[in-house]
Protein backbone atom coordinates (compact mmCIF):
# COMPACT_ATOMS: atom_id res chain seq x y z
CA UNK A 1 0.00 0.00 0.00
CA UNK A 2 1.47 3.47 -1.07
CA UNK A 3 1.08 6.25 1.26
CA UNK A 4 1.78 9.71 0.03
CA UNK A 5 2.03 13.08 2.39
CA UNK A 6 0.70 15.31 -0.69
CA UNK A 7 -2.67 15.09 -1.48
CA UNK A 8 -1.93 16.35 -5.26
CA UNK A 9 1.20 13.45 -5.86
CA UNK A 10 -1.54 10.71 -4.55
CA UNK A 11 -3.81 11.83 -7.05
CA UNK A 12 -1.56 12.04 -10.03
CA UNK A 13 -0.18 8.93 -9.15
CA UNK A 14 -3.62 6.90 -8.39
CA UNK A 15 -3.75 3.73 -10.18
CA UNK A 16 -5.48 3.44 -13.97
CA UNK A 17 -6.64 0.00 -14.42
CA UNK A 18 -7.34 0.25 -18.01
CA UNK A 19 -4.62 3.06 -18.49
CA UNK A 20 -0.89 2.03 -19.43
CA UNK A 21 1.45 2.13 -16.34
CA UNK A 22 4.53 3.27 -18.26
CA UNK A 23 4.06 6.22 -20.83
CA UNK A 24 7.22 7.60 -22.44
CA UNK A 25 6.82 10.15 -25.48
CA UNK A 26 9.42 11.37 -27.77
CA UNK A 27 12.06 10.97 -25.21
CA UNK A 28 15.47 12.46 -25.80
CA UNK A 29 18.65 12.23 -24.10
CA UNK A 30 21.79 14.06 -24.96
CA UNK A 31 25.30 13.67 -23.05
CA UNK A 32 26.85 16.59 -23.55
CA UNK A 33 26.53 17.41 -27.49
CA UNK A 34 25.66 13.68 -28.12
CA UNK A 35 22.34 12.53 -28.43
CA UNK A 36 21.84 9.10 -27.01
CA UNK A 37 17.90 8.58 -27.36
CA UNK A 38 16.24 10.23 -30.35
CA UNK A 39 12.40 10.45 -29.76
CA UNK A 40 11.29 7.37 -28.47
CA UNK A 41 8.19 6.18 -27.82
CA UNK A 42 6.45 3.68 -26.09
CA UNK A 43 3.44 2.34 -23.46
CA UNK A 44 3.54 -0.40 -21.14
CA UNK A 45 0.35 -1.84 -19.29
CA UNK A 46 -0.50 -3.96 -16.28
CA UNK A 47 0.13 -7.16 -17.12
CA UNK A 48 2.35 -6.50 -20.34
CA UNK A 49 6.13 -7.48 -21.41
CA UNK A 50 7.43 -4.70 -23.17
CA UNK A 51 11.24 -5.60 -24.22
CA UNK A 52 13.65 -3.08 -25.93
CA UNK A 53 15.69 -4.52 -28.02
CA UNK A 54 18.73 -3.08 -29.63
CA UNK A 55 22.49 -3.17 -31.01
CA UNK A 56 25.22 -1.67 -28.18
CA UNK A 57 25.09 1.51 -27.27
CA UNK A 58 21.78 2.06 -29.08
CA UNK A 59 20.21 4.02 -25.86
CA UNK A 60 18.34 1.16 -23.87
CA UNK A 61 20.07 1.59 -20.54
CA UNK A 62 19.61 5.65 -20.77
CA UNK A 63 16.16 4.97 -21.47
CA UNK A 64 15.58 2.56 -18.54
CA UNK A 65 17.64 5.24 -16.27
CA UNK A 66 15.13 7.72 -17.39
CA UNK A 67 12.15 5.44 -16.34
CA UNK A 68 13.96 4.70 -12.98
CA UNK A 69 13.78 8.85 -11.97
CA UNK A 70 17.81 8.78 -12.31
CA UNK A 71 17.80 11.06 -15.42
CA UNK A 72 15.53 13.99 -16.43
CA UNK A 73 14.70 13.88 -19.92
CA UNK A 74 16.95 16.63 -22.21
CA UNK A 75 13.04 16.29 -23.87
CA UNK A 76 9.99 14.31 -24.14
CA UNK A 77 7.89 13.03 -21.23
CA UNK A 78 8.19 10.00 -19.34
CA UNK A 79 5.27 9.41 -16.98
CA UNK A 80 4.76 6.31 -14.57
CA UNK A 81 1.47 5.71 -13.26
CA UNK A 82 0.70 9.24 -14.54
CA UNK A 83 3.74 11.04 -12.44
CA UNK A 84 7.13 12.03 -13.94
CA UNK A 85 9.89 9.75 -12.16
CA UNK A 86 12.74 12.12 -11.87
CA UNK A 87 13.70 12.43 -9.10
CA UNK A 88 11.72 8.94 -7.86
CA UNK A 89 8.89 10.93 -5.64
CA UNK A 90 6.91 9.08 -3.26
CA UNK A 91 4.35 7.10 -5.00
CA UNK A 92 6.62 5.59 -8.11
CA UNK A 93 9.36 5.01 -5.96
CA UNK A 94 7.27 2.67 -4.11
CA UNK A 95 5.53 0.54 -6.49
CA UNK A 96 8.43 0.29 -8.88
CA UNK A 97 11.58 -1.68 -9.05
CA UNK A 98 14.50 -2.69 -10.96
CA UNK A 99 17.27 -5.35 -11.76
CA UNK A 100 20.04 -3.29 -13.31
CA UNK A 101 22.92 -4.78 -14.89
CA UNK A 102 25.43 -3.91 -12.67
CA UNK A 103 24.81 -6.03 -8.95
CA UNK A 104 25.44 -4.22 -6.04
CA UNK A 105 25.40 -7.36 -3.87
CA UNK A 106 27.45 -7.06 -0.97
CA UNK A 107 30.06 -10.36 -1.34
CA UNK A 108 30.72 -10.73 2.55
CA UNK A 109 26.88 -11.59 3.91
CA UNK A 110 24.82 -14.36 3.04
CA UNK A 111 22.56 -14.84 0.82
CA UNK A 112 19.56 -14.57 3.83
CA UNK A 113 20.89 -11.44 5.29
CA UNK A 114 21.35 -9.72 1.73
CA UNK A 115 17.39 -10.36 1.45
CA UNK A 116 16.71 -9.51 5.27
CA UNK A 117 18.52 -6.30 4.58
CA UNK A 118 16.13 -5.61 1.77
CA UNK A 119 13.35 -6.35 3.85
CA UNK A 120 14.09 -3.97 6.57
CA UNK A 121 14.65 -1.06 4.16
CA UNK A 122 11.34 -1.95 2.43
CA UNK A 123 8.02 0.14 3.66
CA UNK A 124 5.83 -2.56 2.79
CA UNK A 125 8.17 -5.70 2.11
CA UNK A 126 7.28 -9.38 1.32
CA UNK A 127 8.32 -11.86 3.36
CA UNK A 128 11.81 -12.83 3.09
CA UNK A 129 11.03 -16.72 2.75
CA UNK A 130 8.69 -16.26 0.00
CA UNK A 131 11.28 -13.94 -1.53
CA UNK A 132 14.16 -16.56 -1.65
CA UNK A 133 11.25 -19.50 -2.77
CA UNK A 134 10.26 -17.10 -5.67
CA UNK A 135 13.74 -17.43 -7.04
CA UNK A 136 14.53 -20.59 -6.35
CA UNK A 137 17.36 -19.93 -3.45
CA UNK A 138 16.16 -21.12 -0.15
CA UNK A 139 18.64 -24.21 0.07
CA UNK A 140 21.10 -20.85 -0.31
CA UNK A 141 19.87 -19.08 2.37
CA UNK A 142 22.87 -19.49 4.79
CA UNK A 143 25.66 -19.31 1.36
CA UNK A 144 28.01 -16.19 0.85
CA UNK A 145 26.90 -14.17 -2.04
CA UNK A 146 30.57 -14.78 -2.52
CA UNK A 147 30.16 -18.52 -3.08
CA UNK A 148 27.20 -17.99 -5.66
CA UNK A 149 27.50 -18.34 -9.29
CA UNK A 150 27.00 -15.85 -11.57
CA UNK A 151 23.51 -16.87 -12.70
CA UNK A 152 22.64 -16.97 -8.91
CA UNK A 153 24.02 -14.03 -7.78
CA UNK A 154 21.33 -12.80 -11.26
CA UNK A 155 18.48 -14.69 -9.22
CA UNK A 156 19.28 -12.94 -6.09
CA UNK A 157 19.28 -9.39 -7.98
CA UNK A 158 15.80 -10.52 -9.52
CA UNK A 159 14.76 -11.25 -5.56
CA UNK A 160 15.79 -8.33 -3.94
CA UNK A 161 13.48 -6.45 -7.07
CA UNK A 162 10.68 -8.30 -5.44
CA UNK A 163 10.81 -7.30 -1.67
CA UNK A 164 9.02 -4.49 -2.73
CA UNK A 165 6.07 -6.50 -4.68
CA UNK A 166 6.53 -3.42 -7.60
CA UNK A 167 3.79 -3.31 -10.19
CA UNK A 168 5.94 -2.34 -12.77
CA UNK A 169 9.77 -3.85 -12.63
CA UNK A 170 12.82 -2.89 -15.22
CA UNK A 171 14.74 -5.66 -15.65
CA UNK A 172 18.20 -4.99 -17.87
CA UNK A 173 19.81 -8.07 -18.85
CA UNK A 174 18.10 -10.20 -16.25
CA UNK A 175 19.85 -13.48 -17.16
CA UNK A 176 23.53 -12.59 -18.54
CA UNK A 177 25.54 -15.40 -16.93
CA UNK A 178 22.64 -18.22 -16.56
CA UNK A 179 23.12 -21.59 -17.80
CA UNK A 180 19.63 -22.59 -20.14
CA UNK A 181 17.99 -24.48 -17.02
CA UNK A 182 18.36 -21.19 -14.54
CA UNK A 183 17.03 -19.08 -17.72
CA UNK A 184 13.93 -21.19 -18.17
CA UNK A 185 13.34 -21.09 -14.36
CA UNK A 186 13.91 -16.62 -14.70
CA UNK A 187 11.36 -16.84 -17.54
CA UNK A 188 8.88 -18.93 -15.80
CA UNK A 189 9.16 -16.26 -12.47
CA UNK A 190 8.86 -12.99 -14.99
CA UNK A 191 5.93 -15.04 -16.72
CA UNK A 192 4.05 -15.26 -13.19
CA UNK A 193 5.01 -11.63 -12.69
CA UNK A 194 3.08 -10.86 -15.63
CA UNK A 195 0.26 -13.16 -15.04
CA UNK A 196 -0.13 -11.31 -11.61
CA UNK A 197 -0.51 -7.87 -13.30
CA UNK A 198 3.19 -7.07 -13.14
CA UNK A 199 4.20 -4.10 -16.21
CA UNK A 200 7.93 -5.25 -17.20
CA UNK A 201 10.00 -3.64 -19.39
CA UNK A 202 12.68 -5.99 -20.18
CA UNK A 203 16.20 -5.42 -22.58
CA UNK A 204 18.24 -8.35 -23.36
CA UNK A 205 20.60 -9.56 -26.24
CA UNK A 206 18.95 -12.89 -25.58
CA UNK A 207 16.26 -12.57 -29.15
CA UNK A 208 14.87 -15.91 -27.94
CA UNK A 209 14.49 -14.73 -24.15
CA UNK A 210 12.28 -11.73 -26.09
CA UNK A 211 10.42 -13.94 -28.19
CA UNK A 212 9.58 -16.42 -25.34
CA UNK A 213 8.30 -13.18 -22.74
CA UNK A 214 7.86 -9.90 -24.98
CA UNK A 215 3.76 -9.03 -25.45
CA UNK A 216 5.13 -6.31 -27.71
CA UNK A 217 8.72 -5.17 -28.32
CA UNK A 218 10.59 -2.36 -29.78
CA UNK A 219 14.38 -2.54 -31.69
CA UNK A 220 16.45 0.44 -31.27
CA UNK A 221 19.39 1.38 -33.39
CA UNK A 222 21.63 5.12 -32.17
CA UNK A 223 19.30 6.00 -30.13
CA UNK A 224 16.28 5.76 -32.54
CA UNK A 225 13.28 2.47 -32.66
CA UNK A 226 13.70 1.19 -35.81
CA UNK A 227 10.67 -1.66 -35.27
CA UNK A 228 8.62 -1.70 -33.27
CA UNK A 229 5.06 -3.99 -32.61
CA UNK A 230 3.88 -7.41 -31.52
CA UNK A 231 6.13 -10.43 -32.13
CA UNK A 232 3.99 -12.19 -34.75
CA UNK A 233 3.16 -8.34 -36.19
CA UNK A 234 6.97 -7.63 -36.46
CA UNK A 235 7.73 -11.03 -37.65
CA UNK A 236 4.90 -11.30 -40.50
CA UNK A 237 6.21 -7.83 -41.76
CA UNK A 238 9.53 -9.47 -42.41
CA UNK A 239 8.45 -12.55 -44.60
CA UNK A 240 9.10 -16.20 -44.64
CA UNK A 241 11.88 -17.94 -45.84
CA UNK A 242 12.07 -20.72 -48.38
CA UNK A 243 15.41 -22.45 -49.37
CA UNK A 244 16.87 -24.88 -51.50
CA UNK A 245 20.32 -25.94 -52.77
CA UNK A 246 20.43 -24.65 -55.90
CA UNK A 247 20.62 -27.43 -58.67
CA UNK A 248 23.86 -27.67 -60.31
CA UNK A 249 22.25 -27.01 -63.63
CA UNK A 250 20.58 -24.12 -62.93
CA UNK A 251 22.34 -20.24 -62.68
CA UNK A 252 21.53 -17.92 -60.47
CA UNK A 253 19.53 -15.85 -63.35
CA UNK A 254 17.55 -18.91 -64.18
CA UNK A 255 15.75 -18.80 -61.26
CA UNK A 256 11.83 -17.77 -61.91
CA UNK A 257 10.40 -15.01 -60.04
CA UNK A 258 7.87 -14.97 -57.79
CA UNK A 259 5.34 -12.18 -57.22
CA UNK A 260 5.45 -10.34 -54.22
CA UNK A 261 8.96 -12.29 -53.32
CA UNK A 262 13.07 -11.62 -53.31
CA UNK A 263 15.57 -14.02 -54.18
CA UNK A 264 19.13 -14.12 -53.24
CA UNK A 265 21.50 -16.82 -53.58
CA UNK A 266 24.29 -17.48 -51.09
CA UNK A 267 27.43 -19.96 -50.39
CA UNK A 268 26.53 -22.25 -47.28
CA UNK A 269 29.14 -25.25 -46.23
CA UNK A 270 30.82 -24.21 -49.51
CA UNK A 271 27.14 -25.14 -51.57
CA UNK A 272 24.98 -22.89 -53.11
CA UNK A 273 21.61 -22.11 -51.71
CA UNK A 274 19.02 -20.05 -53.11
CA UNK A 275 16.76 -18.31 -50.74
CA UNK A 276 13.61 -16.90 -51.48
CA UNK A 277 12.16 -14.00 -48.69
CA UNK A 278 8.02 -13.86 -49.36
CA UNK A 279 6.84 -10.48 -48.49
CA UNK A 280 3.29 -10.52 -49.81
CA UNK A 281 -0.07 -12.31 -49.58
CA UNK A 282 -1.92 -13.56 -46.39
CA UNK A 283 0.50 -14.61 -43.88
CA UNK A 284 -0.94 -17.83 -42.76
CA UNK A 285 -0.52 -19.65 -46.92
CA UNK A 286 1.94 -17.24 -48.33
CA UNK A 287 4.85 -19.68 -48.34
CA UNK A 288 2.74 -22.64 -49.99
CA UNK A 289 1.87 -20.38 -52.86
CA UNK A 290 5.76 -19.98 -53.56
CA UNK A 291 6.63 -23.52 -52.62
CA UNK A 292 3.85 -25.02 -54.55
CA UNK A 293 5.11 -22.27 -58.37
CA UNK A 294 9.05 -23.24 -56.95
CA UNK A 295 8.04 -27.47 -57.36
CA UNK A 296 5.69 -26.37 -60.75
CA UNK A 297 9.25 -24.21 -62.17
CA UNK A 298 11.32 -27.64 -61.07
CA UNK A 299 8.74 -30.12 -61.99
CA UNK A 300 9.17 -28.30 -65.98
CA UNK A 301 12.83 -28.03 -65.39
CA UNK A 302 13.51 -31.45 -64.95
CA UNK A 303 14.91 -30.84 -61.44
CA UNK A 304 14.18 -31.31 -57.40
CA UNK A 305 14.16 -29.00 -55.03
CA UNK A 306 16.75 -30.51 -52.82
CA UNK A 307 17.10 -29.86 -48.92
CA UNK A 308 13.82 -27.40 -49.39
CA UNK A 309 13.21 -25.57 -45.73
CA UNK A 310 10.47 -23.53 -45.33
CA UNK A 311 10.95 -21.22 -42.21
CA UNK A 312 9.33 -17.49 -40.60
CA UNK A 313 11.70 -14.81 -40.34
CA UNK A 314 13.28 -14.77 -36.69
CA UNK A 315 13.54 -11.89 -34.47
CA UNK A 316 17.53 -12.30 -35.71
CA UNK A 317 16.47 -12.06 -38.94
CA UNK A 318 14.91 -8.48 -38.11
CA UNK A 319 17.73 -7.47 -35.53
CA UNK A 320 20.77 -8.32 -37.85
CA UNK A 321 18.70 -5.82 -40.60
CA UNK A 322 18.41 -3.27 -38.13
CA UNK A 323 21.51 -3.67 -37.09
CA UNK A 324 22.77 -3.10 -40.61
CA UNK A 325 20.78 -0.07 -40.55
CA UNK A 326 18.47 -1.71 -43.54
CA UNK A 327 15.93 -1.35 -41.36
CA UNK A 328 13.56 1.79 -42.55
CA UNK A 329 11.17 2.19 -39.47
CA UNK A 330 8.47 0.05 -39.22
CA UNK A 331 5.45 0.13 -36.56
CA UNK A 332 2.80 -3.09 -36.66
N1 LIG B 1 27.28 8.81 -18.79
C1 LIG B 1 27.48 8.86 -20.10
N2 LIG B 1 28.19 9.85 -20.66
C2 LIG B 1 28.37 9.93 -22.00
N3 LIG B 1 27.91 9.02 -22.88
C3 LIG B 1 27.20 7.99 -22.37
C4 LIG B 1 26.95 7.86 -20.97
N4 LIG B 1 26.21 6.75 -20.78
C5 LIG B 1 26.01 6.21 -21.99
N5 LIG B 1 26.60 6.94 -22.96
C6 LIG B 1 26.58 6.71 -24.40
O1 LIG B 1 25.22 6.72 -24.80
C7 LIG B 1 24.97 5.71 -25.78
C8 LIG B 1 23.84 4.82 -25.27
O2 LIG B 1 24.33 4.05 -24.17
P1 LIG B 1 23.41 3.02 -23.38
O3 LIG B 1 24.21 2.48 -22.25
O4 LIG B 1 22.12 3.66 -23.09
O5 LIG B 1 23.21 1.91 -24.51
P2 LIG B 1 22.63 0.42 -24.41
O6 LIG B 1 21.63 0.31 -25.51
O7 LIG B 1 22.15 0.13 -23.04
O8 LIG B 1 23.92 -0.43 -24.75
P3 LIG B 1 24.38 -1.93 -24.35
O9 LIG B 1 23.48 -2.87 -25.08
O10 LIG B 1 25.77 -1.98 -24.89
O11 LIG B 1 24.28 -2.06 -22.85
C9 LIG B 1 26.30 5.00 -25.99
O12 LIG B 1 26.90 5.55 -27.14
C10 LIG B 1 27.10 5.31 -24.75
O13 LIG B 1 28.48 5.34 -25.03
Known amino acids: MTTTANPAQAHDTAPDATGPAVVVRDLRQRYGTFEAVRGVSFEIH?????????????????TIETLEGFRKPSSGTVRVFGADPYGQPVGVRERTN??????????DLTVGETVSLAHDLAAAPRDAEEVLGLVNLLDKRRVAVRQLSGGQKRRL??????????????????????????????WRIIGDLKRDGVAILLTTHYLEEAERLADRLAIMHR????VEGTLAGVLAGWGDRVSFLLPEDVRTGDLPSLPGAEVA?????????????????????????????????????GTTLKNLQVRGASLEDVFLRVADGAADLVRD
Open 46 to 62: PGELFALLGTNGAGKTT
Open 265 to 301: VETRDHSLWATYTVLDGDVSDRAHHAVAALIGWAAGN
Open 157 to 186: DLGLALVTSPEVLYLDEPTTGMDPEARQET
Open 223 to 226: GEVR
Open 98 to 107: AVLQGSGLLE
